[in-house]
């Protein structure tokens, strides 16, 4: 059996950046540490860029610009990443210079990257991830900053729309990781708007398609809260994971400071997705106790039944079966 943990958002800039300097790499993740690195593999999304280089992001108007010191490598090495999603809206908040520096640093440390690149070959490549006799293959895109979009001899992001025409180049991605010899095959999404609660209509139809397409898990994040899940045909949409570490201020309604840590059960099927609550504050991340706890098992539960999949409890245990009849 290999467990394979997804989360939400990794974001080490601003006053993570400045924790992790002061305190040292285990600090933005806190007493998750030790529950992480049990993982056989581990995939996030990287909302920064890694680099002592470059300067804020200034053709066109850009709100937020996240960098982490390099030292930031010393965490990611730490908490045994096994991959890190590059593609979103901010590996390129300091320039093409910064983001060129990051995927040396990244080659460098022998952490794989996945969703951009230095040219759109490269970001469109699917990354194969080893656990013992098993293979994990991750492909990546993101419908966030357009203008970002690798070209043939230019860097950038794996960008795609959100659209049937998308769904071709995803097709022939999953099929190469296939090819190359993945068992399964994740294909993880940084999409949508921010600070919703609900995946609309249109993507749901969208993830059903990229299963029939032949993936085995959908991984989304981008909405910094986390949303339902759902089995589709066995298979695990994660519609979006939420946070995992940032600074963010927090809506005391939608509660961006609760996450969840997503470890994922495989053998010849993946037999279930084990939910661990956790709560972010003071840039670092820690496992939910008693009410919160409480109140992100329920959130889980209700948004994840309203798409049809139940979420079972049993003590301080939440897991769903996707094998569930």
């Known amino acids: 059996m290999v467990t394979l943990c997804l989360t939400g958002d990794l974001m080490l800039g601003r006053l993570v950046n400045e924790a992790l300097l002061r305190y040292g790499a285990a600090y933005p993740f806190g007493n998750v540490l030790e529950v992480f690195q049990r993982a056989h593999l581990r995939v996030v999304n990287l909302?920064?860029?890694?680099?002592?280089?470059g300067r804020p992001f200034s053709r066109w108007e850009k709100t937020f610009h996240f960098r982490a010191h390099p030292q930031a490598l010393e965490a990611l090495q730490l908490a045994r990443i096994d991959c890190v999603v590059l593609a979103n809206n901010h590996v390129l908040d300091y320039e093409e210079e910064a983001?060129?520096?990051?995927?040396?640093?990244?080659?460098e440390s022998h952490i794989p990257?996945?969703?951009?690149?230095?040219n759109l070959a490269e970001?469109?490549?699917?990354?194969?991830?080893?656990?013992?006799e098993n293979t994990v293959g991750v492909v990546a895109f993101t419908d966030n900053e357009p203008g970002w979009k690798a070209g043939p001899h230019t860097p950038g992001t794996h960008y795609l729309p959100v659209a049937p025409a998308s769904l071709a180049v995803l097709r022939e991605q999953i099929g190469l990781a296939r090819a190359q010899g993945a068992d399964w095959v994740v294909v993880s999404a940084h999409r949508g708007p921010n600070m919703r609660l609900y995946p609309p209509p249109h993507f749901r139809a969208f993830a059903h398609a990229l299963i029939e397409a032949g993936a085995d898990?959908?991984?989304g994040h981008s909405a910094h809260v986390f949303q339902g899940l759902e089995v589709y045909q066995g298979k695990p949409i994660l519609y979006d994971c939420?946070?995992?570490?940032?600074?963010y201020?927090?809506?005391p309604v939608l509660r961006n400071d609760w996450g969840l840590l997503y470890a994922l059960k495989l053998d010849k099927r993946i037999r279930e997705v084990e939910l661990t609550p956790l709560f972010i504050d003071n840039c670092q991340v820690n496992l939910a106790t008693g009410p919160t706890w409480e109140a992100i098992a329920e959130r889980v539960q209700m948004l994840s039944a309203e798409l049809g999949t139940p979420v079972s409890?049993?003590?301080?245990?939440?897991?769903?079966?996707?094998q569930r009849r």
Not at 47 to 53: G, N, Q
């Open 217 to 219: 898990v959908f991984h």
């Open 47 to 53: 909302e920064c860029v890694i680099s002592d280089r």
């Open 123 to 132: 970001a469109r490549r699917p990354v194969l991830l080893s656990a013992g």
């Open 99 to 107: 983001f060129l520096q990051m995927l040396e640093l990244l080659e």
């Open 242 to 247: 939420g946070e995992f570490v940032d600074d």
């Open 313 to 322: 409890r049993e003590g301080a245990r939440l897991w769903v079966d996707c």
């Open 113 to 118: 990257y996945v969703g951009a690149g230095r």
């Open 249 to 251: 201020a927090v809506d």
